[in-house]
């Protein structure tokens, strides 16, 4: 049984005025570095802003593509929601209350907020934090031993009966009134497969660019460029061996973001791959700015 979202099929406005905005600002300024001598900072430039246009790109078609195929089923083993390329899934064991709501405030936590579009981890008052795929106020709160959902079907009172029915099929006891969330205590560690991974292709970034950097000095010159002003032109030179303070640089940008990203966020592991990711990120911008100084030096 299919339940769709009370909205037209489009997003406001505000959402493609707000990305659109994003792609000029990012994209535009790239379009003048295409012409012109190349030179290391026009190349770091590029990497940054294409890196930046790219990412908001595929946020905007993200969004777009999740929110208008955003609808809630109900199978016979739970509720699935059709949300990007993996819809999420609340079998109905799990289920511990329901109960429709008027959403009267919610603090985003991480995520989208837009124009009634929410999709994400909202704080709830008095309710706590709880996972968000809504379109609008009138939501539906399903709460699970661990979790607590917010979705809008537009034939709430539908949905309402359809749920109700479904639950005692299965014999589920369930109540009426959701309650705050209870804090879960931590057990064991909370590294996913992919956030190690992303600790180790940080890492490796980080030794890979001293062993690069090891590797390449006896085929640079005696003094090379370290430093660019805003025109591109070279205004201080120096010894190969002052490169080695890119991996440090970058050491000190990855850690701390890695640190940070561990610590805050929690049970929430799309956030934690998030940070782990730009940490991974910022190293590899400082490898493309290493490889924009010493390739056109190589000799």
Known sequence: MLFRTPHSGRLPGAFYWLFGLSLLVTGGPAVP?????????????LLVLGTAFTGMAWLMWYYHRSFNRLSYELTGTGIIINWGKKPVVIPYHEITAVAPWKL????????????GYRQGIFSIYRLGK???????DEVVLIQTGDN???ITPADRDGFMSALKAKLQEKGVSYSEQVTKQAT??????????????????????ILGMA????????RLPEQIPMHYNLRGEVNRYGPPEELYIMPAIALVSWFPTVVIGLALTGDYPRIRRFM??????LVLFIWGTLLAMVLPLLR
Do not use: N
Request: no cysteine; hydrophobic share 50%.
């Open 33 to 45: 570095l295409l012409f012109g001598k190349p030179h290391p900072v026009k190349f770091i430039t």
């Open 184 to 205: 879960k205590a931590k057990t064991g560690s909370s590294l996913d497969g992919w956030t190690i991974a992303g600790l180790v292709v940080g890492f490796g970034l």
């Open 104 to 115: 009267k405030g919610a603090s985003r936590v991480y995520g989208m907020e837009l124009g």
């Open 276 to 281: 782990v990711a730009l940490a991974a990120g």
């Open 211 to 218: 062993l690069a950097i090891y590797v390449l000095t006896p």
């Open 148 to 150: 607590l959902y917010g």
């Open 130 to 136: 709880g996972e968000f795929y809504a379109v609008g």
